[in-house]
């Protein structure tokens, strides 16, 4: 299977927004054709973990939506490349649009519920993250119906930490996207809370098994596929997809628990 690469792109700022007049409608045509290719990325990076209701051509078209928006609202005196903004603004609308749907049916989230709940509890009662056995022992059920529970509520966990990184990277005004389009000053306590949120998150991430810190590292920086990830550390990519929700599930209940004290 071939890899989907992020598309490359020359640098479009200069070349359509060279002044601060409205863009003709031709050019905006252009535009959007030219980045047609980020969105279908984008979208089909996000559709890989969400169910199968969830359609990609809605993602896609939200992610128009989003470019669109982008190329509305740019301003090319903040310094910052109009590819860097415009996909910072396809990805929200596409997020925004999934948050919207609400699809996640109530035994879902009950089920996140009691891993949450697990994990948290035994975290605190071992000092260390929990393993597969203590967990599923803990649950009082298999380790194989442990690991089908991680299957089914994978993209729950997925989705909410793109929302978490999405609007930290909309408030935090230390974001090299977000800071040059901040239109308002954020609230200070907002400021100080995402900012403990991201200090919280990274250690959170270096506090992982070493399996699973590899699995979130080449899945957001290096922007493998699972399959991929598999084929790296020698599992298969339903494994690999376990180890994500995992790492997902830790990295939720701290922010949780961090966020209610």
């Known amino acids: 299977m071939i890899k989907q690469q992020s598309p490359k792109f020359k640098d479009y700022t200069k070349a359509y927004f060279s002044s601060a007049a ?4 031709e050019k905006r045509n252009e535009l959007i054709l030219a980045y047609t290719p980020l969105i279908k ?12 209701q969830v359609s990609l051509d809605d993602l896609i078209s939200c992610g128009i939506i989003g470019l669109i928006d982008a190329i509305d609202k740019f301003d090319l005196s903040k310094n910052v490349q109009f590819k860097t903004y415009a996909e910072f603004r396809i990805k929200g609308a596409m997020l925004d649009e999934l948050r919207s749907l609400d699809w996640v049916p109530r035994s879902i989230r009950r089920k996140i519920t009691d891993l949450e709940q697990a994990c948290a509890e035994l975290e605190k009662k071992l000092g260390r993250p929990a393993t597969d056995e203590e967990m599923a022992q803990k649950l009082n059920i298999t380790l194989a119906n442990f690991h089908k529970l991680l299957d089914e509520t994978k993209s729950v966990t997925f989705l909410d930490i793109e929302l978490l990184r999405q609007k930290k990277s909309d408030n935090t005004g230390s974001d090299t996207v977000s800071e040059p389009f901040s ?3 954020n609230d200070p306590y907002s400021v100080i809370n995402l900012a403990q949120i991201r200090e919280l998150l990274a250690r959170t991430i270096d506090e992982l098994p070493e399996k699973e810190r590899l699995t979130v590292s080449l899945y957001y920086y290096n ?7 598999g084929h790296i550390l020698g599992y298969t990519e339903s494994r690999i997809s376990q180890m994500h929700s995992k790492a997902m599930l830790r990295l939720r209940t701290k922010l949780k628990k961090a966020l209610a004290g």
Do not use: V
């Open 41 to 52: 990325y984008i979208a089909t990076r996000l559709a890989s973990r969400l169910p199968s």
């Open 22 to 25: 409205e863009l003709p409608p």
């Open 183 to 185: 239109d308002t000053d």
């Open 223 to 229: 922007e493998l596929t699972m399959k991929e990830i």
